[in-house]
């Protein structure tokens, strides 16, 4: 079986480092691997439509920052296939055949989409759309025989009820669509890095994001305004590493060689953290450390995009080309679920068999 790699992001703004290291820096080791035959990156432009329905401009114009955050990343057009999700409507189709073999009932109980109605304030009126949002997500993932879905921490529950309703799909109509694992960041700080407030998640809408076009300026500012811990009110207290958004971020980006180049003084990571939890060592000095390590990081990203939004036509290009090639995969899947179902009708005069 082919191993095949489908992924993505809603196009509604720019990425940040949550992205980054939750699921891109892992999409482009995937990627350089070498194990996958197959990789499609999505901009899930439909998807972001079922919230932003009335203001589609937010969507169009967020599209070219998306691919050019997956260029900037890493992401190669020659190794993966790079598409918009609207320009596949065998998506809808599969979508429409799934929403049978699921009840309004277990999407309820979905915990991410629970969660995201709550942050959007959806509880009295809830898009149809949107509440169907896990099915649509299904219908994406097995259109292009997935067999492994790189995501963050939050979408698992998505993938679960991706799993059962290929289950279901199989069990009533026969083998037809693969069954695609989850592969989540190894390290723990990467699974959901926290907002620079402090705020459980890092997300646009709360404002709480560094992105990774930020200017350098732009994350020193935020660096040094992020949430700590509240306890370490002077140098000399003892400080709490755990749940402290400084060192959440360091325990997600930073590497041995930074502490040669911007800490000498400390051997690495654990001497810090131990210096902190002592008392002695304070918020600011992390805060420049991190702030070090982070442009480090950034800088060449920063300078990628740069580059390619120099070259825009060559987006648009790139974002055609993989749409056309994604579209023919879809297309192949949708044909053989239409057969599975038995509603091929033309198909060979099957409306004219009695069997």
């Not at 919230?51 to 050019?68: F, G, S």
């Not at 990343?73 to 929403?99: A, N, R, V, W």
């Not at 492994?148 to 991706?162: F, S, W």
Request: glycine share 6%.
């Amino acid at each position: 079986m082919k191993q095949i790699i489908l992924t993505g992001d809603r196009p509604t703004g720019r990425l940040h480092v949550g992205h980054y290291v939750g699921s891109l820096k892992e999409r482009v080791a995937l990627q350089n691997s070498g194990k996958f035959d197959e990789i499609y990156i999505m901009i899930a432009d439909a998807q972001a439509l079922t919230d932003n329905a009335e203001h589609p401009e937010k969507v169009r114009q967020n599209i070219m920052n998306v691919a050019l955050d997956y260029l900037a990343c890493g992401l190669d057009p020659e190794k993966s296939t790079l598409f918009i999700q609207s320009m596949i409507p065998e998506l809808t189709e599969l979508t429409f055949y799934y929403m049978n073999l699921v009840t309004v009932s277990r999407v309820q109980r979905n915990p991410t989409v629970k969660a995201e109605i709550q942050m959007r304030n959806f509880e009295a009126s809830i898009p149809v759309g949107f509440f169907c949002y896990p099915i649509s997500q299904a219908a994406d993932i097995t259109a292009f025989r997935a067999t492994a879905v790189p995501v963050g921490e939050d979408q698992l529950p998505m993938l679960e009820q991706c799993k059962e309703i290929v289950h279901k799909f199989n069990a009533v109509y026969g083998d037809t669509l693969v069954d695609p694992q989850i592969i989540l960041p190894k390290n723990q700080a990467c699974l959901r890095l926290p907002g620079i407030d402090g705020k459980a998640k890092m997300s646009k809408s709360l404002g709480n994001c560094i992105y990774l076009s930020d200017s350098p300026e732009d994350i020193r500012t935020k660096v040094m305004s992020m949430f700590t811990d509240p306890t370490h009110l002077r140098r000399e207290d003892p400080g709490h590493t755990e749940g402290n958004p400084v060192f959440i971020y360091l325990d997600a980006f930073c590497r041995p060689e930074y502490f040669p180049e911007f800490l000498p003084e400390y051997s690495g990571l654990d001497e810090l953290k131990a210096h902190y939890q002592r008392g002695g060592l304070g918020d600011v000095k992390v805060k420049k450390f991190l702030n070090n390590v982070l442009q480090a990081e950034l800088a060449p990203i920063r300078q990628r995009r740069e580059d390619w939004e120099k070259r825009l036509p060559d987006v648009y290009e790139i974002l055609r080309v993989g749409s056309e090639t994604a579209r023919r995969t879809a297309a192949a899947t949708l044909r053989d679920v239409r057969h599975a179902m038995r509603i091929d009708y033309f198909e060979d005069n099957n409306l004219l068999r009695k069997d």
